[in-house]
């Protein structure tokens, strides 16, 4: 009783500041609103913590309070970095960024609030004219030779929140020791008085259609089967934005690439912060692609693509042998791309053996047997596309990128953006599509020949959503408690090595000795081999209120038969796994 005595206390002395009046009427009115209700709980959650500005930027829940998303917090997060770049960048004649925004409700508003304050510092400030893919303004900013960039969008999340991604000058969300630095200056804004919001409207610049038309004749140069394309242009693909940016670029990049039979789903082509057709925005999530679904089935297509409202992360769906509509997880995503990559890479003989592709260490291993077997090197980074995005970045101009994933629905094909582009994805995925029809195949039968090639995997990934401040300390608990007390053996295969990247140590339980794992930084995820092939990683998820799970099995196929009989057995594999782990 003591210890939330004292919360609330320190929660109504943090929410009283903002009754102060370098904050605005409306902001006073419901701070007021909130202390005066005599159920404290809305009020602990707006104000018990500083909304963090971490290495990705911001992101939570819009309102009122030093733990949401609004005015002032995005206030401080771009007065905290518009000071770190005047410091780093001073001596420039002229420092500019580019600025972007999402379909979200308050996305434009904050953009604007983010352009006032930027220019207020005098930095110079590209301003997209309406919303646009994430990957775009990564685009732009190396286009445009800038310095930095933001993006408002909280990407797949619920329409209750939304969030701020900021950039380096490589196009790429900021690593060490750029992301410590902005972060320590976004830390020394203690209040509203300490932001500059009244800026110069001269110094914003507006950008659009010029830009868009540069994006998608780079993205064009990355077809490898255009003439696979002719043939097949009026394959009928169905393409949903779920409401958002994707609706601007995708359909003219599908059909910049050829394709000629792009079906849309009307209702979902309307730009919306409500997101009114689904429940999450996600498309990871089989709801998101149901009418798309339905269109498919009733106009007989053959490839569905779906974007989440900021385009960078791409969902799919195909056609089984039974003609029934499946949706293809992150993993299935990244390893057709992968294999279709390098197979038209060896195949128009670029393959030169100075080529590699980067996935995340929760990424299917199946990716890496077939680009190891094709003689392609495989880079493993940390989740998060900045991390991807820093392996190109200390290659370039040594090797030579082919693409990269991660399961969480991103990929990236190009090097001339540094995050994960749903752009590019969709179309060359529908490429890899056109391509396999012109063999007679669907791609649902080439993902069967890759696993009959390289081996069968299925990943399933399983997240603990454990919310507010209760729920952060259980995930902080849980991870502690899987430190301390390491499993031994999982779903009845033993344990052969742990990997804890949080102290960037290893353990072989087969050779009983520790060793360092090579990564630029520590991060803090789990991850245990088995003896049977099994793979198991365990992180918080950076985003959201989550603890995430990612199981993989492995089996040897050579026949169809042995296909299915792998299916049913991972199945009850992961069923295993949940139990070994303790989670439902």
Request: contains cysteine; charged residues 30%.
């Amino acid at each position: 009783m003591e210890e939330q005595a004292a919360l609330l206390e320190t929660v109504r002395k943090k929410a009283r500041v903002w009754l102060g009046r370098e904050y605005d009427n409306d902001t006073r009115t419901r701070v007021q609103a909130l202390l005066d209700r005599e159920d404290p709980a809305e009020l602990i959650e707006a104000f018990y913590k500083d909304l963090e500005f971490g290495t990705g930027g911001l992101r939570g829940i819009m309102g009122t309070g030093t733990n949401r998303m609004n005015r002032y917090t995005v206030g401080a997060a771009t007065q905290g970095l518009a000071n770190y770049l005047r410091k780093e960048f001073a001596g420039l004649p002229k420092i500019s960024v580019v600025i972007g925004h999402d379909c979200r409700n308050n996305s434009r508003r904050f953009a604007e609030i983010s352009a006032s304050v930027f220019t207020a510092n005098g930095i110079r400030v590209y301003l997209f004219d309406e919303l646009r893919p994430t990957p775009e303004i990564s685009y732009a900013i190396r286009k445009l030779g800038c310095q930095s960039g933001i993006v408002i969008t909280a990407s797949h999340n619920p329409k209750e929140y939304n969030g701020y991604k900021a950039y380096w000058n490589d196009g790429a969300q900021m690593i060490a020791p750029h992301d410590r630095n902005t972060i320590a200056e976004v830390n020394r804004i203690r209040s509203a008085g300490d932001i500059r919001f009244k800026g110069r409207r001269e110094w914003i610049e507006a950008i659009g259609r010029e830009m868009d038309m540069q994006y998608v004749d780079d993205l064009k140069t990355l077809s490898l089967s255009p003439e696979e394309i002719r043939r097949q242009r009026n394959m009928k693909i169905v393409y949903t934005p779920i409401h958002g940016t994707g609706v601007r670029l995708i359909p003219t990049a599908l059909e910049a690439f050829g394709f000629t039979n792009i079906i849309r789903v009307p209702a979902q082509d309307i730009v919306s912060g409500d997101f009114p057709t689904v429940v999450s925005p996600n498309p990871e999530e089989p709801a998101a692609l149901a009418m798309a679904i339905e269109r498919a089935v009733e106009t007989k297509a053959e490839l569905v693509l779906a974007s989440d409202p900021d385009a960078d992360r791409v969902g799919a769906a195909v056609r089984n042998d039974s003609g029934e509509w499946i949706l293809l997880n992150g993993n299935q995503t990244a390893l057709l791309l992968v294999y279709y990559l390098i197979t038209r890479w060896r195949e128009t003989g670029r393959l030169k053996g100075r080529e590699y592709i980067v996935k995340t260490i929760v990424t299917t291993e199946t990716v890496r047997t077939v680009a190891e077997q094709n003689g392609v090197e495989v880079c493993d980074v940390y989740t998060g596309f900045k991390w991807i995005a820093d392996m190109i970045r200390k290659r370039e101009g040594k090797k030579t990128f082919i693409g990269g994933g991660e399961e969480s629905y991103g990929f990236l094909c190009e090097d001339f953006v540094r995050d994960k582009d749903a752009v590019s994805a969709c179309c060359i995925l529908a490429e890899a599509a056109a391509w396999a029809k012109d063999r007679k195949l669907s791609l649902y039968r080439l993902l069967q020949q890759i696993y009959l090639e390289y081996g069968y995997s299925k990943e399933v990934n399983i997240s603990v959503v454990k919310k507010g401040k209760s729920g952060a300390e259980e995930i902080e608990a849980m991870m502690k408690s899987y430190r301390e007390h390491p499993l031994t053996e999982i779903a009845g295969s033993k344990v052969t090595l742990l990997h804890d990247y949080a102290l960037l140590k290893g353990y072989s339980f087969t050779e009983d000795e520790t060793f360092a794992l090579n990564m630029p930084a520590t991060s803090n995820v789990l991850q245990y081999y088995t003896e049977d092939g099994t793979k198991v990683s365990i992180r918080p998820s950076g985003t959201e209120p989550k603890i995430k799970f990612y199981c993989e099995v492995h089996a040897e196929t050579k026949t169809e038969d042995d296909l299915r009989k792998a299916e049913q057995a991972a199945l009850l594999k992961v069923e295993a796994i949940k139990a070994s782990l303790g989670i439902n």
